[in-house]
């Protein structure tokens, strides 16, 4: 499915296409995307997007809980990964400040 987006006022035509994934992308009218919604994930991870730092756009993606299924409000639980200097490795990072708090004794990975 796509749209073309014009303004009259606009000399760049550019072009918004909503891919089979998902994926919600702004392409300048070169093709080259300018803007994508996988690179900005909320609190669901579709089947293509990627989390962690991408070095090549500067970009760091991670996942945010929602406060509750109506309020979109961001809670202390983040879903982080990052690739700290090691060769074809990830670090998972899993950060639960609202679960040490609680009576919740449920162990999860944090490294140092």
């Not at 406060?67 to 979109?72: A, E, H, L, R, V």
């Not at 990052?82 to 009576?103: A, G, K």
Request: aromatic residues 8%.
């Amino acid at each position: 499915m796509s749209y073309i987006v014009t303004d009259t006022s606009c000399s760049n035509a550019t072009n918004t296409t909503l891919l089979d994934s998902g994926n919600l992308i702004l392409l300048d009218q070169h093709s080259q995307v300018l803007w994508q919604s996988f690179d900005y994930p909320t609190d669901t991870l579709l089947p293509g997007m990627k989390l962690g730092y991408d070095h090549s756009t500067g970009i760091s993606r991670s996942l945010v809980s929602w406060k509750s299924s109506q309020d979109p409000a961001p809670v202390p639980s983040t879903y982080v990964t990052w690739d700290d200097d090691l060769r074809d490795s990830t670090i998972s990072r899993i950060v639960l400040e609202y679960l040490r708090n609680s009576s919740y004794n449920h162990a999860c990975r944090v490294p140092d």
